[in-house]
Every structure is written in C-alpha cells, then in structure tokens.
C-alpha cells in the first residue's frame, strides 16, 4: 500500500521568499516520487522526480527536492518565488509493485505575493 | 517532443448516456492509465493497462467503466451510463516502463447534467 500526505493545503509567500512544501509518503516498497504543478485549467506538468542515486534532486523553473528515507519525505523547495510560481502542487508516489500507479496528495495551492 | 493527446477537451453530457474519452499516449510506450480529478480535489488513480489488458484498477472503476486499446495508437475509457457525480477531469497517461515517470495528456472535463 502507498500514500502520500500533504501537510499544508495552502501556502503564502511573498514574491523572493523561500518555498517550502511538504511531503511525506508511506510506502510498503522503495518509492518512486514525484512533484507535479498543475495551473488553473491545464494538466499536470512534471516538476521533479526521485527514482534511485542522489537524494537531493533538481527540477524545472528552480525547484529542488530532498528524498529523506528516515523521515519518510520528500519536500519540495525554492530558494525565491516568482509570482509565476503560483498554482496547484501534487506530491505523488509510485511503487513498483503497484502496476506503475501513482498515488496523489491532496494538494497545496501556492499563493505568491508581491 | 513527443505528447499524450486527449480529445475533446470537454465533453457536456445527460445522466444516463454513454461517452467514450480518447487518448492518444506516446507511441512508444507501454503502459497507459486513466486518473480522474474532481472539481479542488486530488487526482485519483482509476485504471493501469498493460499487454492489452487491465493491470490494476481502482473501486472507483466499477463495471460501468471500460477501457480499450482498439487499434495499437488510442486508449479509451468509456463510461456507459454516466452519473452527476463522473464530473470530473479525466487524465490519460502513458509511460515506457511502469518505473518511469508517466506523461500526463491534458485531460477532458467532463460535465454530466
């Protein structure tokens, strides 16, 4: 079985402020993660993933993200938010005992501030 | 760079009928999904297809919904008699190996009145 959690549904940040949003997944094989942005009205578009190797991994438009086995997280980061980084962001896992399915968080919607 | 497609972009139907969404996944790949996201809410796994058949499905895959690969290019979900609450964005998705990421079409909204 796998989940993942979001912890926070909403998140406001000041445009150049540090974003941080978290992840955490529980998983009954090694997970496969994902970072997903999704913008009003449009699909899903893949912002990072952790497959094996290195735990801190990079993505699209700045943002990086840790894989920590020990707490079971995988939180995703921006050293400075752009007001373009405004929209709808889903952790996922994948596990691939599961037929390749992904499981999704709820969600957290970032709002940036100028 | 290669995309899934999904056609229509929206779909508008009564309770009861019956609507067929299509997906055109990467031509290489082999594994293909449908998920489904109700209006503010989290995207949800629906069905796994593999080898032209279904690998894993979820309860909300009863036996009103249908998935078929008819001519080695589509993959389409059907639902037969459709209900208020099928509302929802349905998502296609595809990847070459079920470790990899999966590319996500960019969904049909389908509205049942």
């Known amino acids: 079985a796998q989940s993942v959690t979001q912890l926070g549904s909403h998140v406001s940040v000041s445009e150049g402020a540090l974003v941080l949003l978290r992840c955490n997944y529980s998983?009954?094989?090694?997970?496969?993660l994902f970072w997903y942005v999704q913008y009003p009205n449009q699909g899903l578009q893949l912002l990072l993933k952790?497959?094996?190797?290195?735990?801190l991994v990079k993505g699209i438009n700045g943002f990086e993200a840790e894989f920590k086995k020990s707490e079971t997280s995988f939180h995703l980061t921006k050293p400075s938010a752009h007001m373009s980084d405004a929209a709808e962001y889903f952790c996922?896992?994948?596990?691939?005992?599961?037929?390749?399915?992904?499981?999704f968080g709820d969600g957290t919607t970032l709002t940036v501030k100028p | 760079e290669p995309e899934v497609t999904q056609t229509p972009s929206h779909q508008v139907t009564q309770m009861g009928q019956e609507v067929i969404l299509r997906c055109v996944p990467i031509?290489?790949?082999?594994?293909f999904y449908w998920y489904r996201q109700i209006l503010g809410q989290k995207v949800e796994f629906l069905v796994s297809?593999?080898?032209?058949?279904?690998?894993?499905k979820s309860e909300i895959f009863d036996d009103q919904f249908s998935v078929e690969r008819p001519d080695g290019s589509n993959f389409t979900l059907k639902i037969r008699s459709t209900k208020l609450e099928d509302s929802a964005m349905y998502f296609c998705?595809?990847?070459?190996?079920?470790?990899?990421?999966?590319?996500f079409g960019p969904g049909t909204r389908l509205t049942v009145t």
């Open positions: 031509s290489n790949h082999l594994y």
């Open positions: 996922a896992v994948t596990g691939y005992t599961n037929a390749g399915k992904s499981t």
């Open positions: 998705a595809s990847t070459r190996d079920k470790l990899y990421e999966q590319y």
């Open positions: 952790y497959t094996t190797g290195a735990t």
């Open positions: 297809f593999y080898n032209n058949e279904i690998s894993e």
């Open positions: 998983s009954s094989v090694p997970p496969y």
